[in-house]
């Protein structure tokens, strides 16, 4: 009788607790970005908002590495319970699957689309150190056409490899890519001129364009309080690039989970605080984290559009 009550007890405890709201523990955001990247920046501006919201911590976790691979690894690894997610850019979703033969996993089978957190990542540019002799993006084409593959530029993340690819199959110019795999270094060697040109988010080296440590010579959508540095457009007519980041979960989120996670998400990114926040990096969310089915059409239409843009650059699948 008494190992018969015990049981009940034991499997009544058990009920409640299996019966519990999500989230009952913290949750991790995973980052496939190095600290102070601005993916970095902005995804624990978004986790702290998050954190707010669900009344649980979320920690940003750095997974860099492979263009991104790393850290959706990591992500299509971990168990679908709400407890690991993904602040996922382009390059996972977009670009590498328009680059690459084949994947460690499925862009869309492996993961559970959720909520769409900035649909405009804010204008990139291409910079170059001051001790260059051009000032303008058609005077840089024009020098690297005098001196093929002499001039280098340092990239971190697929998209700003690929805007410099598109640039020279459109200019034909040869340039020499370096990519690093840390931001601030990165931002340090341009800043020192250890390498000529720099092709980062605006928002990343906004300080020392400010402060003359940098030269920009075109962004890739100009802005109306910076009239003085031209768009891409304005020299290669045509031009368009779109950076967007997104929150997925593993295959298999409970849809109970995604769809509170995407009206979390959809408060955060409508609260004017939050854009207040990242104002710095010119990053913002213009229709809202749209629904669960529209986050993951978000991400199938961006797609197709860096198709198209990776095409113009001349690469093909590798």
Avoid: C
């Amino acid at each position: 009788m008494f190992r018969t009550l015990a049981l009940l007890l034991w499997l009544t405890g058990f009920a409640a607790s299996a019966q519990q709201p999500w989230p009952t523990k913290p949750i991790r955001l995973v980052v496939a970005n190095s600290a102070g990247a601005a993916t970095d920046v902005a995804g624990r501006v978004f986790a702290d908002q998050l954190a707010r919201r669900l009344e649980r911590p979320v920690t940003v976790e750095n997974r860099p590495g492979g263009d991104g691979l790393v850290g959706a690894q990591a992500v299509v690894a971990a168990a679908p319970d709400g407890y690991t997610l993904f602040l996922a850019s382009q390059s996972t979703f977009a670009i590498d699957p328009n680059l690459r033969k084949s994947m460690p996993f499925d862009p869309v089978r492996d993961f559970t689309a959720i909520a769409v957190v900035f649909d405009d990542t804010g204008p990139s540019g291409i910079f170059a150190h001051p001790s260059q002799p051009f000032t303008t993006l058609t005077e840089m084409v024009q020098t690297a056409r005098s001196q093929p593959g002499r001039l280098a530029y340092a990239t971190t993340v697929p998209i700003f490899s690929m805007l410099g690819e598109w640039i020279q199959r459109r200019a034909g110019i040869t340039l020499t890519e370096v990519p690093y795999k840390s931001t601030p270094q990165a931002t340090q060697d341009a800043i020192a001129g250890q390498v000529p040109l720099y092709i980062n988010a605006y928002g990343t080296v906004e300080q020392h364009v400010r402060s003359g440590k940098l030269r920009a010579l075109a962004l890739t959508v100009r802005q109306p309080d910076l009239a003085s540095i031209p768009g891409i457009a304005e020299v290669f007519p045509g031009f368009s690039m779109m950076g967007a980041i997104v929150l997925l979960g593993p295959a298999g989120l409970p849809a109970d989970i995604a769809q509170r996670l995407n009206r979390e998400t959809d408060a955060v990114v409508r609260n004017p605080q939050f854009n207040e926040m990242l104002k710095s990096l010119r990053w913002q969310n213009v229709e809202g984290a749209r629904s669960v089915p529209g986050t993951a059409e978000f991400m199938r239409a961006l797609r197709e559009r860096w198709a198209q843009f990776i095409a113009e650059a001349g690469r093909r699948p590798e």
